[in-house]
């Protein structure tokens, strides 16, 4: 159990067996007395527990496991659910259901925000090189950047019928380094998305915001300070320290290398 102050008695983090879920966990103790750590019971069957841990696992698919999930829970940091440009019918299951049964949840739980994982894949449609801010229109690049729409429309619902606050934050390239030229522009370090994280869980009056996640690339195509400010974060990190050995590492000539979504352009469509 984590010893200074916590902000929440009970937060929950979904999708907490995969990669941005095990690298966001041990910021996340921080800030409550309990972690509940959930994501689908196999992946979860063996989590490292830590004091002041809860693993829970559960179907993001079944209803009523999301109503014994969110009980007791103050906040939830969502990751839960199809990571990746697919088939139509996971991710109809896993992001459009699923979420939609988290929120459903959350309203009957008496949860006060939700930080929700929504996607660069929202605007991939988008010439690479394209200044953005979240004021511009939204252009998915597949099923997989449709369905996080779909979410953030859920969180302005949630907002408006119910008070649920929600942080949507459009994340970029999150890995450890940055893996391509794109990512020039779309890396978010671990440490700056473990601090925006904590800065959408913890700011004061953010009602329904939408907010870009990157590190402070130097070619960044999204235009995000206003909204930075207003939440607090202030990236750390930078991909230009990788410019000279990825610049000319670049994707497959067509959609893939023209627009902000680039390898996701390059999956299906999934015909039979």
Not at 50 to 74: I, K, T
Not at 236 to 245: F, G, L, M, S, V
Request: proline content about 8%; some cysteine; overall charge neutral.
């Amino acid at each position: 159990m984590n010893t200074a102050t916590p902000v929440f008695d009970t937060l929950l983090l979904t999708g907490a067996a995969g990669t941005l879920g095990r690298a966001l966990a041990p910021s996340l103790r921080a800030l409550c007395r309990t972690l509940r750590l959930s994501d689908l019971p196999a992946a979860l069957a063996a989590p490292p527990l830590q004091p002041g841990d809860e693993a829970r696992p559960a179907d993001l698919a079944d209803a009523s496991a999301m109503d014994a999930l969110l009980h007791g829970v103050q906040a939830v940091v969502h990751l839960g659910g199809v990571s990746v440009e697919g088939p139509f019918a996971p991710i109809l299951a896993a992001n459009l259901a699923g979420t939609t049964h988290l929120y459903e949840a959350a309203r009957r739980a008496g949860t006060r925000r939700i930080v929700f994982a929504s996607s660069n894949h929202v605007t991939g449609g988008y010439p690479q090189g394209h200044s953005l801010t979240t004021a511009c229109p939204p252009r998915p690049d597949g099923f997989y950047g449709a369905s996080k729409l779909y979410g953030e429309g859920l969180a302005a619902l949630y907002w408006q019928r119910y008070g649920i606050e929600s942080v949507c934050l459009r994340i970029g390239s999150a890995t450890p380094e940055p893996t391509d030229a794109r990512a020039l522009a779309t890396w978010l370090s671990l440490r700056d998305l473990a601090q925006l994280v904590r800065c959408a869980l913890t700011a004061p009056g953010v009602g329904c915001t939408v907010a870009y996640g990157c590190s402070a690339n130097t070619r960044r195509w999204w235009q995000d300070d206003a909204t930075w400010a207003r939440l607090g974060y202030a990236p750390q990190d930078n991909a230009e320290a990788w410019a000279a050995q990825l610049q000319d590492r670049l994707l497959p000539e067509g959609p893939q290398r023209e627009l902000q979504g680039g390898s996701f352009l390059g999956i299906g469509p999934f015909d039979p």
